[in-house]
């Protein structure tokens, strides 16, 4: 059986013993229903893991920390995704599997035709919901740092970082991924459902964002995010 990977939002040492909040103790026995003494993995999302054993099957699981892993499965590539904000799950998909493929920071972009309207109370309460998907997707792959997502934006987006490479994915664009000099660093923009305006890729363009194409069909926002992390993944980060 695979240990369990849980995240908690506090400091971390060897030998400390605590109680577990409330919905982690329930996933751990009544879910997992796991046995005393039962071996787990705790994170906080500062780097490194601990593992720990099970002390008692209270509403409150205690846990006793054992010993501590500097173990990085982080990429070598850092990957910045500025994605237009897409409906419902398919924004949550997007967030899920950028956490899986190793992505370091996720910017939500407000563009011209985002069909999604965030503001006051249901901004706050979609940040928490999407931090919640970052936290489980980092307990199920691994990951021990988690993946920060920012306040959404508008355009004209952000200047690049220094020595930071920026990609706007177009359809139309002359050149691809592969004809690109490896990069230290990578934005990667995505547009929502509808794509972006002519004025907007003119503006991140002038920003210094270059033009790439993925192939011959057109990607729904959703799987262009994950199609396109891949790849880069693959020819620059983790594979490489």
Known sequence: MRIPRLFVDHDLAVDDI??????AA????????????AEIILFNGQGGSYTAILLDHSKQAEVHIQEHSADDNESPLRITLIQGISKGDHMDMTIQKAVEL????IIPLICERTVVNLKGDRLEKKMKHWNGIVKSASEQSGRNQLLQIHQPRKLPIISLAENQTGFILQPTADSSFIT?????????MIGPEG???????????EKGFKEVRF?????????AAIAAVSILQAQWGDLN
């Open 18 to 23: 605590f109680k577990l909040e409330k919905p």
């Open 26 to 37: 329930s996933y751990l026995i009544k879910v997992l229903r796991l046995p005393l003494y």
């Open 102 to 105: 190793g992505v370091n920071e």
């Open 180 to 188: 690109q000099d490896k990069p230290q660093s990578v934005a990667l």
């Open 195 to 205: 794509g972006f305006t002519d004025d907007e890729i003119k503006e991140s363009i």
């Open 215 to 223: 192939g011959p069909r057109v990607l729904r926002t959703e799987t």
